[in-house]
């Protein structure tokens, strides 16, 4: 199952076309498209609602009510400021450096170990 968001219904199969812009060879892109409108802003349908998790049957949308829906979106908007602010926190940054540090050499340091690893580093 299918939802589009351009004409917010929900289809069984999306309609594949494929696109060669103007080449004469593929390969060539596949593009899926909603039967409806031809809206390509098509996603799996959602089957539980963002919010309480029951399960969606015929409703249309992410939410299986409007409490639902409103209660929702305040989450959402919530987990979002919540990111934005973890993204400045030091501590996150650190972890972050950690990783991408052991990604880059190989090693599987803490980040205990990769700040004092950095602070020797600065006092040589």
């Known amino acids: 199952m299918f939802y589009c968001k351009t004409c917010k219904q929900k289809f069984q199969k999306p309609k594949t076309v494929w696109e060669s812009h103007g080449l004469d060879h593929p390969p060539y892109e596949r593009v899926s498209l909603c039967p409806l409108c031809g809206g390509t802003d098509i996603h799996p349908a959602p089957t539980h609602c963002r919010c309480c998790g029951a399960k969606l049957y015929d409703t249309i949308g992410e ?25 400045k926190d030091p501590l996150y940054l650190l972890v972050r450096e950690t990783e991408e540090y052991n990604r880059k050499n190989g090693t599987r340091l803490s980040y205990g170990q990769f700040v004092f690893i950095k602070e020797e580093s600065r006092h040589v």
């Open 63 to 87: 939410y299986c009510c409007e409490k639902c829906r409103l209660r929702g979106e305040e989450m959402w908007r919530l987990e979002r400021k919540k990111r934005k602010k973890q993204e």
